[in-house]
């Protein structure tokens, strides 16, 4: 056993991004967190291969990533996603600004008059400079925290594109799947239409009484609302993958007529340090960073700030005059501030920076064992899919064998259609199980990549 994989690098980033060492309060919040093993627990046999990226090409199918790689480019949210990056970048540049000399250059002009009629012109120009020492570190500590919240904002963006491209797929296979269904149960009223004109012939003849003959009705007007929810549950996938495209949702999109291969799982036993690779753990540790540095920075907040000033002007009546030596003027000082009181502002900064600080990293730990839970189970549904998968094969296989020869029988004279069509039922509920099953498992294996940091590129 041994502690989360990513505390120790968590620990190394921020002992070189602040000087100041962690608080009690978040040392004891990072030691709470339970530990994990190294590898992960559920194991299932003849799970062979190798985690690797380009999941979304792994599943061979030219269509699928298509769409993916235009949901990359027009989905909405991601654009939304790519313009908080921009931002973040813009309010850590703001942040790292004041490390920089600042120059401005100010001007005026007046006019003012006297009672007997004397008009004055004056017209300043004077450039100012200004520089804020970093002594305590807090300019830098700001800076950097700027830098490691647009970071983590990178980290998100980069999380939001492979959460995209796993949605889009699950909404991919939901189309296909329900396309195959809407074929199932087609295929199953035109089973129910031959019972129904069947038992209609034979109670004619007193071969069946009336309750077979509603009875069979009853199965194919069930069959009937079954179809029609069926086609209206392919039209809601279909919407739902367009808007995931940016499309408008018009129910259109193309889409394949069969599921892909399900490719080889993971392998079990993989080392927990897969997670590190996860952008929206990155994000959560680098939000830990930036909570240590703006921690810092409040804290720096309460001691003196020495800034330098300079100012160069000239003033004249003429516009043209400005540079004669006799109108220029200069100044340089030194300015120290310290806060005296504030009414307790600068302690309820620090205090709000240390609120933040714990909360960021109650956030990270839990981050983190939400991504090993999602791993953990999605090894484990992978495994229960597989055999549910393998039982569900051989019950349509022996229905196709038992339908096959039922037919046979049918040919020869000793059954009769009816039991001909009762077996097939059987066969097409077994190939609307075995396709759900095969949905199901491809979701799982998509959600399994994502949760493991896999990316679609």
Known sequence: MKPIALLPLTFGLLACATPTPPDAAARAA????PETPEAFEFDVDNFPGAVETGWIERLGDPALTGLVREAQENNRDLQAAAASVDRAWALAGQAGAGLSPQLSLGSASSRSGSGDGRNFDANSLAPRAGWELDIWGRLAAGAQAGVLGA????????????????????AYFLAIDAGRQVDIVSATVDSLTEIVRITDVQFEFGMVTSQEVLLSRSDLATARANLVAARGARRDA??????????YPAADVEVSADLPNMPRPPPPGMPSELLERRPDIVAAERRVAAAFNSL????????????LTGELGGASADLLDFLNPANLAWMAAVNLTSPLIDGGLAQSQIDQASADQRRAIAEYGQAVLDAF???????????????????????????GDALRISRLRYDEGETDLLEVLAIQQRLFSSEADLSSLRRAWLDSWVHLNLALGGDWE
Do not use: M
Request: charged share 25%; proline share 1%; net charge negative.
């Open 296 to 307: 810092d920075a409040a804290r720096a907040a309460r001691l003196p700030s020495v800034s």
């Open 151 to 170: 970071q983590a904002a990178e980290a998100d963006y980069a999380f939001s594109r492979y959460s995209i491209a796993a949605a889009v797929a699950r």
């Open 373 to 399: 839970r999602e791993v953990e189970a999605g090894l484990d549904q992978l495994g229960v899919l597989e055999e549910q998968t393998r039982s569900t094969v051989a019950a349509a296989e022996a229905a």
């Open 30 to 33: 990072l030691e709470s967190l």
């Open 238 to 247: 279909l919407r739902a993958l367009e808007a995931l495209l940016g499309r």
